[in-house]
Every structure is written in structure tokens, then in C-alpha cells.
């Protein structure tokens, strides 16, 4: 009986192994997975991320048509300070040919940190949040989250040509105009087109 429940055991290990591999930061590139840093938590109904990674097959269609804006958490802020959040695709349409990068799919403003430290969104929201939705055979696209303490007694805003599209955006002159500096915490996933 223990020799027929082995190979049961072995299968299931791998079936198992074949699945995380698929979850966890171990098949990005050292460059995607540097990105992260700082302890920021994005977190969707069924999935929870604190680490870059690729989002498993079997939950991109929920991330792409069914689930809504996720949780974002940030233990590390401050009460007093006030964050920019920001989420683009530096890959729009492909990472192969990023001629529409960056694409702005979320970005809100003046976010309170007490809020924020308890995994709420108390802010001004500049974009509305757009799910990622790479187009089909453009491979993976980086969905990149960028936290930013916001310059105390500084309005941000968009311009009304930021606002007229959300592809092209030069998110570098953004950061300048505002003096945002660096990202406080980053974080990004991986995902493609769910039919692929």
C-alpha cells in the first residue's frame, strides 16, 4: 500500500511545484524582480501581492473583467503625510514596441496616511482605475505600482492633455512638475492576455 500511495504523492508534489512555480518571483527576470521594494501590499479578492510576481494563469481573466480596484497597504506610512499613488504599463501595447507607454490605469492623490497605513484609499482620484488589460499575442506587460509622499502644500493635478488620454504619458515630466522625487515603494506583476 505505501508503494502505490507513493507515486500518488510524487505526482501531487509536482502538480504543486508546477503551479508555484508559475506565482512566485522565481521565473522573473532579475530586473523585474529588483523593482519591488518597500513593503507595499496590493490586494485583490482572491489574491494578495507584497512581492513582484506573475499573476497564475487561472486568475487573469478576474484580474482583467471581474475585479475592481484593489486594497492598497502600506504599513510604513506616516499619520500626517499625504502619498500619490500611481499605477501604469510601461509595456503599452507590447514590451517589444512600448509605443503607447506609459499607459495611466490608476492614479489618486493627496492620500491620507492613516488611511492608508490601515489598507484604505482616502484621496482625490485623478484616473479612475482601468483594470490590466494586455491585448491578445503582446506577451507580458509590467503593471507597475509607485508610491509617492506627496510635497506638503502641493497641489497635483493633470494637465488637460494628461487628462485627454491615458496612453503616452510622460510620467517622468509628471514627477518633476510636482517634485515628487523618488518612489517611496514599488511594486509590479507580471500578467498577459488571459485567453493566451
Request: aromatic share 12%; hydrophobic share 35%.
Amino acid at each position: 500500500m505505501v508503494l502505490q500511495t507513493a507515486p500518488f504523492l510524487v505526482f501531487c508534489a509536482c502538480i504543486v511545484g508546477l503551479f508555484h512555480v508559475g506565482a512566485t518571483p522565481d521565473t522573473l527576470s532579475s530586473l523585474d524582480s529588483s523593482f519591488c521594494h518597500g513593503g507595499l501590499e496590493v490586494i485583490y479578492p482572491e489574491l494578495d501581492i507584497d512581492k513582484c510576481m506573475i499573476i497564475p494563469k487561472d486568475l487573469r481573466e478576474k484580474l482583467s473583467t471581474v475585479w475592481k480596484s484593489p486594497q492598497i497597504y502600506f504599513s510604513g506610512a506616516q499619520k500626517k503625510q499625504l502619498y500619490v499613488l500611481v499605477m501604469v504599463d510601461p509595456d503599452a501595447p507590447s514590451h517589444a514596441h512600448p509605443t503607447s507607454a506609459f499607459w495611466r490605469h490608476w492614479l489618486i492623490v493627496d492620500i491620507q496616511g492613516d488611511a492608508l497605513k490601515n489598507g484604505q484609499i482616502q484621496g482625490t482620484t485623478l484616473t479612475d482605475y482601468y483594470p490590466p488589460t494586455p491585448p491578445q499575442n503582446s506577451g507580458f506587460h509590467r503593471y507597475q505600482f509607485m508610491l509617492f509622499e506627496q510635497p506638503s502644500d502641493t497641489q497635483v493635478s493633470l494637465s488637460e492633455k494628461e487628462e485627454s488620454s491615458r496612453g503616452k504619458w510622460d510620467f517622468q515630466a509628471f514627477t518633476r512638475r510636482f517634485n515628487l522625487g523618488e518612489p517611496l515603494v514599488t511594486l509590479q506583476f507580471l500578467t498577459q492576455n488571459y485567453k493566451e
